[in-house]
């Protein structure tokens, strides 16, 4: 029998050889694409907008303000290693949270796979309680499923536990715990999968991956509360909140794939594309038949779901992509206040004034003007403006739950290419007497 003693000497072991090959694997991935080797199956194209492809034809996948998985080919079976464990992420420059996450980050790093390849994924346990990984969407043996207590044992503080199986359709999944969900789930324990088919399809020039999720982080703090069921005050892109959110570079004409997936607590989010319309291409039950695809301007993902949707980037600019519920483009909202819209303060400034010096009546003639005081105005610590970042005529007036796609000619690169630089002639500017003269009174002329 083994002793205490030798059981938790064995385990630290693993956990640090496990530490050891993440790195020794990340440092010969690096130095693989150094040499201009590639080091995971994708093969460099030259001209292209950061473009890599792989077997099948499929473009690398982009993941905002993340990361990929590292893996390595052990005798025909892809490697991969998961360390649930804190991490201090920040959602927003000013905002830090303490949340849990996997692999030093909140979403976790997205796992590529091929379809038909067999994966084996050792996950390390180093919360301070008991996890398991559960694989969204892919379908596996019943024992590799990762609900604690029904189809495995709880992977204990300090142990790694081996999941191995094949990925057998191509899509896009999720990864998150099947334990104390409440807690880990909404402390940021969550991640997608991407599986590319094995054979030829159509082309996408840039795909990208985004995790939708919401927190509850009060005012000053910085852990996420998981007891929050209905009213949260952070909304995130890839655990990020704008204007702390990486915008999507695409050159025009591109054939672009966005993967949504949607791990929050509560909320279903209509995430609406301005300036182009998206096909429906595919769930997290697989790809979409072309016949049964659709057309929106807005796609509802609602929670524990994924949806993939493509578009063909063939119109120039600066485009939002967001969640069209409008509390959802705020950053920590208060909730519970007066409604004093329309009400007149006259007077009553200077009377509250004599109690407390600082006072200042705001948001009775709408939300825009807190924004303009608050520019001027201390912040608690640890916490965000509500909404706005200077923009190229203006505030934004976003936060929260808000991107940008930023569609450009020729470009090369994926990195940010800074504001669209409109023609003449197409920005919308104040009216001139001579123009409504024009068109104003003659239109009431004809009665119109």
């Given at each position: 029998?083994?002793?205490?003693?030798?059981?938790?000497?064995?385990?630290?072991?693993?956990?640090?050889?496990?530490?050891?090959?993440?790195?020794?694997?990340?440092?010969?991935?690096?130095?693989?694409?150094?040499?201009?080797?590639?080091?995971?199956?994708?093969?460099?194209?030259?001209?292209?907008?950061?473009d890599r492809r792989g077997p099948g034809g499929h473009a690398r996948i982009v993941?905002?303000?993340?990361?990929?998985?590292?893996?390595?080919?052990?005798?025909?079976?892809?490697?991969?290693?998961?360390?649930?464990?804190?991490?201090?992420?920040?959602?927003?420059?000013?905002?830090?949270?303490?949340?849990?996450?996997?692999?030093?980050?909140?979403?976790?790093?997205?796992?590529?796979?091929?379809?038909?390849d067999r994966a084996r994924i050792y996950v390390t346990n180093k919360l301070p309680?008991?996890?398991?990984?559960?694989?969204?969407?892919?379908?596996?043996?019943?024992?590799?499923?990762?609900?604690?207590?029904?189809?495995?044992?709880?992977?204990?503080?300090?142990?790694?536990?081996?999941?191995?199986?094949?990925?057998?359709?191509?899509?896009?999944?999720?990864?998150?715990?099947?334990?104390?969900?409440?807690?880990?789930?909404?402390?940021?324990?969550?991640?997608?999968?991407?599986?590319?088919?094995?054979?030829?399809?159509?082309?996408?020039?840039?795909?990208?991956?985004?995790?939708?999720?919401?927190?509850?982080?009060?005012?000053?703090?910085?852990?996420?509360?998981?007891?929050?069921?209905?009213?949260?005050?952070?909304?995130?892109?890839?655990?990020?909140?704008?204007?702390?959110?990486?915008?999507?570079?695409?050159?025009?004409?591109?054939?672009?794939?966005?993967?949504?997936?949607?791990?929050?607590?509560?909320?279903?989010?209509?995430?609406?594309?301005?300036?182009?319309?998206?096909?429906?291409?595919?769930?997290?039950?697989?790809?979409?038949?072309?016949?049964?695809?659709?057309?929106?301007?807005?796609?509802?993902?609602?929670?524990?779901?994924?949806?993939?949707?493509?578009?063909?980037?063939?119109?120039?600019?600066?485009?939002?992509?967001?969640?069209?519920?409008?509390?959802?483009?705020?950053?920590?909202?208060?909730?519970?206040?007066?409604?004093?819209?329309?009400?007149?303060?006259?007077?009553?400034?200077?009377?509250?004034?004599?109690?407390?010096?600082?006072?200042?009546?705001?948001?009775?003639?709408?939300?825009?003007?807190?924004?303009?005081?608050?520019?001027?105005?201390?912040?608690?610590?640890?916490?965000?403006?509500?909404?706005?970042?200077?923009?190229?005529?203006?505030?934004?007036?976003?936060?929260?739950?808000?991107?940008?796609?930023?569609?450009?000619?020729?470009?090369?690169?994926?990195?940010?290419?800074?504001?669209?630089?409109?023609?003449?002639?197409?920005?919308?500017?104040?009216?001139?007497?001579?123009?409504?003269?024009?068109?104003?009174?003659?239109?009431?002329?004809?009665?119109?």
């Amino acid at each position: 029998m083994i002793s205490r003693r030798k059981f938790i000497g064995a385990a630290s072991a693993l956990v640090a050889a496990g530490a050891a090959w993440l790195s020794e694997t990340r440092a010969a991935r690096a130095a693989a694409v150094g040499s201009g080797v590639p080091a995971d199956g994708f093969t460099p194209v030259p001209g292209r907008l950061d473009d890599r492809r792989g077997p099948g034809g499929h473009a690398r996948i982009v993941v905002p303000n993340g990361t990929t998985l590292p893996w390595r080919l052990v005798d025909g079976v892809k490697v991969y290693h998961l360390v649930a464990e804190p991490v201090r992420h920040e959602f927003a420059p000013g905002l830090v949270g303490e949340c849990w996450g996997y692999n030093g980050r909140t979403p976790g790093p997205v796992i590529e796979s091929v379809e038909g390849d067999r994966a084996r994924i050792y996950v390390t346990n180093k919360l301070p309680e008991a996890t398991s990984v559960h694989w969204h969407g892919v379908i596996l043996p019943n024992g590799m499923d990762g609900v604690s207590g029904l189809t495995q044992p709880e992977i204990p503080a300090g142990q790694t536990f081996k999941y191995e199986f094949r990925f057998t359709k191509p899509g896009t999944f999720m990864y998150h715990p099947h334990l104390d969900e409440m807690t880990q789930m909404a402390l940021g324990m969550q991640g997608m999968i991407v599986v590319y088919p094995r054979g030829p399809q159509r082309r996408i020039d840039r795909d990208f991956a985004i995790m939708l999720s919401e927190w509850l982080i009060r005012v000053g703090t910085r852990r996420p509360d998981p007891t929050e069921m209905i009213d949260f005050n952070i909304l995130t892109m890839n655990s990020r909140a704008f204007p702390g959110i990486e915008p999507l570079v695409v050159r025009r004409g591109d054939r672009v794939r966005i993967r949504l997936g949607n791990l929050g607590v509560t909320d279903h989010h209509p995430i609406h594309i301005h300036g182009h319309a998206m096909r429906i291409t595919g769930t997290d039950g697989g790809p979409i038949a072309e016949a049964g695809q659709w057309l929106e301007n807005t796609v509802l993902v609602p929670v524990g779901t994924v949806r993939e949707v493509e578009f063909v980037a063939d119109n120039p600019g600066d485009w939002p992509l967001h969640c069209h519920m409008t509390h959802h483009v705020m950053n920590q909202m208060g909730h519970g206040l007066p409604n004093v819209i329309g009400i007149d303060p006259a007077g009553l400034d200077e009377r509250v004034q004599k109690l407390l010096p600082d006072y200042m009546t705001m948001g009775h003639t709408g939300m825009d003007m807190m924004l303009d005081h608050a520019e001027h105005m201390a912040q608690p610590p640890n916490s965000i403006a509500m909404r706005g970042v200077a923009g190229p005529f203006g505030r934004i007036d976003m936060g929260g739950m808000f991107t940008i796609i930023k569609v450009r000619e020729g470009i090369t690169s994926g990195e940010d290419p800074g504001w669209y630089d409109h023609p003449p002639g197409t920005v919308a500017a104040p009216a001139t007497a001579e123009e409504l003269r024009r068109d104003l009174e003659a239109s009431q002329d004809r009665g119109g």
